[in-house]
């Protein structure tokens, strides 16, 4: 976090100090996507977000608390704000995953999620079909959009998983897949955030549009009349768009 803070050029971060609320980018009618990285310990999370956002590989990162973090990426002539969660790395105990409650909030709140494990790293890799498990049951009824990412390519001397696995896998879980080195190359990571925006539908988004706000704002009313309708007009016209502070 600290780390992060002390490189913010880019405007779009939010400032020591604040939260993502002060940058509203949901505010200005921009649709939000909200993504969250999820992964075993030392996979490259941090640094796979931190690449993202700044086009920078730094090299060393505090070890993660979750950190979100806001920005505007535009994609198909669509501006969207998107909100990055990046996650603590995931403990896997004798008796299978141990998702904190932290995390599990972190997942239900987002409209889609980067798997992320390491070539060099066999156990990260046999995480993710159960992480992917985890992460649909944490949201019935609807199918989360999901990418996989391997990362580490440059470290082929050390290498545990083949790549191909992963594709296979990820073809296996009905995912996208890529295989990138953070470390090296910015366009595949920036690809992967990109395909993934591209999979979240307006429709997904259980909050956030403004049709949705919308709605949800002004129910129906079983039995209109002026007065009741002019009362929820108003308080529509003068709702803040909510935010998310913390997850
Ligand atoms: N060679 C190489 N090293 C990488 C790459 N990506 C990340 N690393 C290194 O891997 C180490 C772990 O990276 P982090 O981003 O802190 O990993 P994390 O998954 O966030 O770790 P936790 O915070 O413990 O969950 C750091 O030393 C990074 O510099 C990569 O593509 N290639």
Known sequence: ??????????????????????????????????????????????????????????????????????????????????????????????????????????????????????????????????????????HPGTRLPVVVVANKADLLHVKQVDPQLGLQLAGMLGCSFYEVSVSENYNDVYNAFHVLCKEVSPKQQPSGTPEKRRTSLIPRPKSPNMQDLKRRFKQALSAKVRTVTSV
């Open 1 to 138: 976090m600290r780390l992060i803070q002390n490189m913010c050029t880019i405007a779009e971060y939010p400032a020591p100090g604040s939260t993502a609320a002060d940058c509203c980018l949901g505010a200005a009618g921009r649709r939000l996507v909200k993504i969250a990285v999820v992964g075993a310990s030392g996979v490259g999370k941090t640094a796979l977000v931190v690449r993202f956002l700044t086009k920078r590989f730094i090299g060393d990162y505090e070890r993660n608390a979750g950190n979100l973090y806001t920005r505007q990426v535009h994609i198909e002539g669509e501006t969207l704000a998107i909100q990055v969660q990046d996650t603590p790395g995931i403990q896997v105990h004798e008796n299978g995953l141990s998702c904190s409650e932290q995390l599990n909030r972190c997942i239900r709140w987002a409209d889609a999620v980067v798997l992320v494990f390491s070539i060099t790293d066999h156990k990260s890799y046999e995480l993710i079909s159960q992480l992917h498990q985890h992460v649909q049951q944490l």
